[in-house]
């Protein structure tokens, strides 16, 4: 089993929202710090949003007033509203900083305009 096994993900319209869970297995600790990535076709992996302590959370600009990052439990939410074309990637979580050998599979989110 992956450390991290992030789900959610989809094909929707510009507009619509989507609800991404990251679920955690035993073998490794709830990290005080967790984050939500994004890769784009042909571009760097970068941050969306993190979450420090469960409580205190961060955006990069690009987000910031559309998704929502949260701790429900052992998993880590991202709720992502109105979104965009430019919103389609693989998303990833991870700890902060990122610690390679966790991560997974990615779900991929599809928006079309």
């Known amino acids: 089993q992956a450390p991290l096994a992030e789900s959610g993900g989809g094909l929707v319209q510009a507009g619509e929202s989507l609800r991404l869970s990251c679920s955690a297995s035993?073998?490794?600790?709830?990290?005080?710090?967790m984050g939500w990535y994004r890769q784009a076709p042909g571009k760097e992996r970068e941050l969306v949003a993190r979450l420090v302590g469960g409580s205190t959370s961060s955006y990069a600009d690009f987000v910031k007033g559309r998704f929502t990052i949260s701790r429900d439990g052992a998993n880590t939410i991202l709720q992502m509203n109105n979104l965009k074309p430019e919103d389609t990637a693989v998303y990833y979580c991870?700890?902060?900083?990122?610690?390679?050998?966790?991560w997974g599979q990615g779900t991929q989110v599809t928006v079309s305009s």
């Open positions: 035993r073998r490794i600790p709830i990290a005080s710090t």
């Open positions: 991870n700890t902060w900083p990122p610690n390679r050998v966790y």
